[in-house]
């Protein structure tokens, strides 16, 4: 929706919260690119709260390991869906939707130890190259991220370290 707002002055007065109007017209057709950053994908739900909270449409399920009917997908070590397909589509989806250039600007994964994450990285860098094949103007690449970092969500956790390279806390 805030793309759609962005990219061509519609604004869907349903996410409206409280009245406040978040969007202002001048927005409109000022993008240079659009700059995703895609992890994972994710299962979503219906959530019975939606009937009250008009913009809450559903909810999905951070950690899929603790889901019997997810729990057998590739996930990393904070139990989240690996796709690279997803980051193919929503490449391709926003193109054909938008039609602006993409830098991307984070993919990555997190894990303790480092058994998945080339594989991860490799897998979605060829969904980059499919979706260029296809026709997609992607700018750049930028893994997230180098070191390992703060997450807010997940300060310093263990399974939390995204970096390509890990720093040694105990230090």
Request: with cysteine; charged share 20%; glycine share 6%.
């Amino acid at each position: 929706y805030f793309l759609d707002a962005v990219t061509r002055g519609d604004f869907n007065q349903s996410l409206m919260v409280d009245g406040i109007i978040v969007f202002k017209p001048e927005w409109a057709n000022k993008l240079d690119f659009i700059a995703p950053q895609y992890y994972r994908s994710a299962d979503v739900y219906v959530d019975v709260r939606s009937n009250i909270i008009p913009w809450l449409a559903g909810m999905f399920a951070v950690d899929i390991r603790t889901d019997e009917t997810l729990s057998e997908k590739l996930h990393n070590d904070l139990g989240w869906t690996i796709y690279p397909g997803g980051f193919y589509h929503l490449l391709k989806r926003f193109h054909d939707r938008y039609n602006l250039p993409f830098l991307i600007t984070e993919n990555g994964m997190c894990e303790r130890h480092d058994r998945n994450r080339a594989s991860y990285t490799i897998s979605h860098l060829q969904q980059v190259l499919r979706a260029i094949n296809d026709g997609v103007n992607v700018l750049g690449y930028i893994y997230w991220s180098i070191v390992d970092n703060h997450e807010w969500a997940f300060g310093y956790k263990p399974d939390a370290r995204f970096g390509l390279f890990t720093i040694d806390r105990s230090a």
